[in-house]
Each structure stands twice: as C-alpha cells, then as structure tokens.
C-alpha cells in the first residue's frame, strides 16, 4: 500500500495531530508527503514541495470572485502539471488530503483514479462553511474524484451535513494521542499554588479574552481562594502583549502568566505541575471553530479536570459535572464560578481511562488503517 498525503505544510507545532500519523507510516515505508512547504523532516519519508503560485493576474481574479463568494477556484494549469507529474511518478494507491480547503487546491488541478480521503479538522468545517461557493467547490470534487470525507467529531458531520455536503460515505475519525509520552506524575508537584494551565496558540477561537475577564471576576468573588493560584497560558505571537495589556487592565496580572510558545515536552512538564485545565474555545468572529483540541485529550491523559465550553465536539470528551465543567461560549460569569467551583476538585483518573478507551494514538492509527484497507479492498 502507497499512500500520498497532501496539505499547505507539513511540520508545524499545532498539527500534531498530523505529523503521529506521518511518522507511522513513513517507518513501514508506505507515505509519501507533497505540500507547499516541508518545515520539518521525518525518517523514511519521500517528501517533495510543491507551492500553490498562480501568476499576478490569476490570484487576484481569484481572490477576487473567493471574496464576493462567486467561486472558490483554484485551477492553475502550472500546478496542475507538476502535481499531476509527481502523483504519476509516486503512482499512491490512496490520496490523503489533509483540511477541506487545502485539498481543493490539489484536487482542482489532477484527475485520480484512486480512493481520495479529504479531512477535515476544524476550520474547514466551520468558519470556510460560511462561503457557498465553498460548499460548491466541495460538491463538485465529490462529483469528479472517488472522495471519502474524514471527520473528527460526530458534531463536525452535523455541521458539513448541514452545510449541505454530501457526507454519505463519511468516516469519523477522532484524534488520538501518545499515551506512553503523557503520563500522570508520581510524585508530588513542586509547587503548592494551584495551577490553572492552557496550552494553545493565542488565536481568538481558544477564548482567551473570556479567560481572562473570568479570572478577574472569580478573584472578586473570591479573592482569598485565588491569592493561592496562577493561570498559566502558552502561545506566542502579536496577540500576546494585548492580552497582557489585558490582564493588566483588569488587574490580575499578579495571577497570570504568559510564558510563550512550549515545545513537546515542555508541555508535558506544565501538565504535570498543573492542577487544571482551561480552554475557554469559542466560534470566532469569522465562523472559525476547533475539532477537539489535542491539548484537552493530554491534560486529561494526565488526569486533569477540565473547564471548557460548549463548543464543537469538546462535549463529546467532557460530560458537565463529570469529568469537568462546560459553560456556553463567552459566559464569563458561569466560567468565572466554575473557575471557583474546580477549585474542589482532584485528579481524575477516569479522565486518562476516556483517552485510553476512545482517543488513544494506538487506536487511531489502527482505525486509520483499516479505512485505507477498507478502501483498497
């Protein structure tokens, strides 16, 4: 079996979710990778750039008819070529295209007469499902290919399915991740505060505003509980010093930390000192929207509460009152007493058991197995 998976990139810290499943099967010798850029290595990986770069005059017409929402076309003769020319010389027995909207790029431009897996992952089923001539272009590759459409979550079908996407043939797919990487700490913390963590980017959909407003009123609330805590976010980039203007304005900067971008097992390390996990996600101001977030699947691989919303398929990993605290989008003033209220709260083993059962790495990769099995039988 030859697989040939396609995106704009491939490497990036936030597609982890993406690089497990490169990393698996490149060592059976079985992956190969085209993508516009390669950030990032991998062993046994047959991996080739291919940038999306129509001419001046192409791109704006483009663009053009994408922001009056007449057409999402991105049909480049050039492209085209050279993409049709390395899958005819890869000769994949399966197509993997990862995010809807990026695999138009590519199944716009090449003919296949082989199965086309297209998956979504959290902005091409919610913010790009607000552009009609999305849906179309979505409809029409479904018309020209053999496409077989991947979902994360039962809630993403819903939305696709809703949209008007024709997810018939559709598989669900959740993430899964390594547990033998995150494991819940042995010993006792070092620190005797209790840590509230976040580890995300800084982008508007993980909610951090509406964090931090919760803070700043659960320390009103109760501001003798929270002298003893700190709220702890990762992230970098432009968003960063607005937030801590933010946390200053609202006088809490004395319980927040923002302490930048964390690699692997920088995180791991956070999610061993910390007693609970926030990731306040919201739908943002333009539709976008997560799948599940990696990060919440970890910290409760690590066996930690989880304050979050409504959101998504987050409700399909945290049943309100069981195994955390769910609040409806932008409630501060819900979140801000569930902020209180976890405070009671301790490590919950039957949060690792939910990974280990449903959202695992091990069975992912098997499940993703047998859809190309199925596929190819």
């Given amino acids: 079996m030859k697989v040939l998976m396609f995106s704009d990139s491939l490497g990036s810290l936030t597609t982890t979710f993406i690089k497990n499943e490169v990393e698996y099967f490149a060592q059976r010798g079985q992956l190969a990778y085209m993508a516009g850029r390669i950030d990032q290595e991998v062993d046994g990986l047959d991996a080739f750039e291919l940038q999306y770069a129509p001419g001046l005059i192409r791109s704006k017409l483009q663009w053009y008819l994408w922001k009056l ?14 993409a049709s020319a390395g899958i005819a010389d890869l000769n994949p027995d399966i197509v993997h295209c990862h995010f809807g909207y990026e695999a138009l790029k590519l199944l716009q431009n090449v003919k296949t007469n082989v ?74 913390k070092k620190s005797d505060k209790k840590v509230f963590l976040q580890v995300s980017s800084l982008a508007e959909k993980k909610g951090h505003t509406y964090s931090l407003e919760a803070i700043a009123k659960a320390s009103q609330l109760e501001g003798e509980l929270l002298s003893n805590a700190v709220f702890i976010f990762t992230g970098d980039g432009p968003e960063k010093r607005k937030l801590e203007a933010r946390a200053q304005n609202l006088k809490i900067s ?22 609970y996990f926030m990731h306040h996600s919201i739908t943002a101001g333009n539709g976008d929207q997560e799948g599940i977030p990696n990060a919440i699947m970890e910290a409760m691989a690590m ?5 979050s919303t409504y959101h998504s398929g987050i409700p399909e990993l945290v049943a309100h ?18 902020i209180i209220e976890i405070c009671e709260w301790k490590r919950l083993p039957m949060n690792r058991k939910m990974i280990e059962a449903r959202y695992n790495l091990s069975l992912h990769l098997a499940q993703l197995e047998t859809i190309y099995a199925s596929l190819l039988s």
């Fill in 303 to 307: 066996e930690l509460p989880i304050l």
């Fill in 115 to 188: 199965p086309v897996l297209v998956h979504f992952h959290g902005y091409d089923a919610s913010q790009m499902l607000l552009k009609k001539s999305y849906i179309r272009a979505l409809q029409a590759v479904w018309r020209q290919h053999d496409v077989w459409p991947i979902v994360v979550s039962d809630a993403m079908k819903i939305a696709l399915q809703n949209a008007g996407v024709d997810m018939s043939k559709a598989f669900t797919l959740r993430y899964g991740i390594d547990l033998t990487r995150f494991v819940p700490p042995s010993s006792a």
């Fill in 254 to 275: 004395h319980l927040v930390q923002f302490i930048g971008a964390k690699q692997p097992s920088e995180v791991i390390d956070l999610l061993a000192e910390a007693d």
């Fill in 69 to 82: 929402d007449l057409a999402c076309n991105f049909v480049d003769p050039v492209f085209g070529k050279k």
């Fill in 321 to 338: 009152g069981t195994n955390g605290l769910l609040c409806r989008e932008k409630d501060v003033e819900n979140f801000a007493r569930q």
